[in-house]
C-alpha cells in the first residue's frame, strides 16, 4: 500500500529545531547552546592545534573544575524537557540534545534541518574531530548524519518508527571543513515500513546515498 504526503501536511507535524524561521532562543538553553558552541571549538582545537604542554594541562585543570562544578547540580529529568517544550520560547528543548542536531549538545556537528515541501534539507560541516580517512569524514559519522535525516524525515509523516535497517553508499570521500547539504525524503510506506532515501553533496559533488526502512510503532 502507497500512501501520498502532503508536505504542507507535513509541516504542521514538526517544529524543526534549527530552522531560520524560529524565533532566537534566549536564556537557558541560549546558554546551553552557547557553551556548547564553545565545547566544540575547545574539540576543534584539541584534535587540530600545536598546543604545548603546559598549556594543555592548564586547560585541562580548567576544564577539571568546570566539570565538577557542573556535575555538582541534580540530573535533570528527559520529562522537564518535554514539559519545556510547552512552552513558545522552548519548544526545541525536546531535542536540543541530539547528538546530530542538538545545539546544546557538542557532540553534534550540528546539522541543520528545514523543511522544503516533502524533502527534509540539511547543512552541515564535518570538523577535525570527525575525521576517518585523512582529510575526509568518518563513514560511521555520515551513516550517522543519514539516520538522523531519514529518521526525521519519516517523522514527519506523523507514524514516527525506529530504524530498522540504513544503507549507505559511499561514492566519494566526503571532505572535512567544507559545507555539506543533505537531503531526504519519504519514498512510500507499506504497512508499518517507512522507506526512506537521501543524499548528501558537497558542492555539486555526491558523496553519499542513504535507504532506509523504518518501523513504525506497533
Ligand atoms: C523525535 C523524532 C526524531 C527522530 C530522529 C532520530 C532518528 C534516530 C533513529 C534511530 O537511531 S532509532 C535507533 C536504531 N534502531 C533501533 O535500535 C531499532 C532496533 N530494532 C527494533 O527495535 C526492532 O527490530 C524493529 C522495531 C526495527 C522491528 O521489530 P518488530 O518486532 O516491530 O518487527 P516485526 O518482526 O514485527 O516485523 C515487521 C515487519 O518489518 C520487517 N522488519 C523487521 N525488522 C526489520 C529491519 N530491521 N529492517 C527492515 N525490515 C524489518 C519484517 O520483515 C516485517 O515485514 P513484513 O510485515 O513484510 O513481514
Redesign the pocket.
Known amino acids: 500500500m502507497n500512501e501520498p504526503l502532503d508536505g504542507s501536511a507535513l509541516s504542521q507535524y514538526?517544529l524543526l529545531p534549527t530552522d531560520a524561521s524560529e524565533a532566537p532562543v534566549t536564556g537557558i538553553w541560549a546558554e546551553r547552546r552557547r557553551l556548547a558552541s564553545i565545547m566544540r571549538t575547545v574539540i576543534e582545537h584539541l584534535t587540530v592545534a600545536d598546543t604545548p604542554e603546559s598549556e594543555l594541562r592548564e586547560a585541562a585543570d580548567t576544564l577539571q573544575h568546570l566539570a565538577a562544578q557542573l556535575g555538582a547540580h541534580p540530573r535533570r529529568r528527559k520529562r522537564d524537557d518535554i514539559a519545556d517544550t510547552a512552552t513558545p520560547m522552548d519548544k526545541h528543548a525536546?531535542?536540543d540534545f541530539?547528538p546530530?542536531?542538538g545545539l546544546s549538545n557538542p557532540i553534534s556537528p550540528p546539522l541543520e534541518l528545514t523543511l522544503d515541501g516533502n524533502t527534509l534539507r540539511g547543512r552541515l560541516r564535518f570538523g577535525t574531530a570527525y575525521e576517518g580517512p585523512p582529510g575526509c569524514a568518518h563513514g560511521g559519522c555520515i551513516a550517522a548524519v543519514f539516520?538522523?535525516l531519514?529518521?526525521?524525515a519519516?517523522?514527519l509523516t506523523s507514524l514516527?518508527?525506529?530504524?530498522?535497517?540504513l544503507t549507505i553508499r559511499y561514492r566519494v570521500p566526503t571532505p572535512l571543513h567544507t559545507e555539506l547539504h543533505c537531503e531526504a525524503r519519504v519514498q512510500r510506506i507499506?504497512?508499518?515500513?517507512i522507506f526512506c532515501v537521501g543524499r548528501l553533496y558537497a558542492g555539486e559533488t555526491l558523496c553519499a546515498e542513504a535507504d532506509g526502512?523504518?518501523?513504525a510503532?506497533?
Open positions: 514538526f525536546l531535542i541530539s546530530l542536531i539516520d538522523e531519514l529518521g526525521y519519516q517523522s514516527p518508527g525506529m530504524t530498522g535497517t507499506s504497512g508499518r515500513k526502512v523504518f518501523l510503532s506497533r
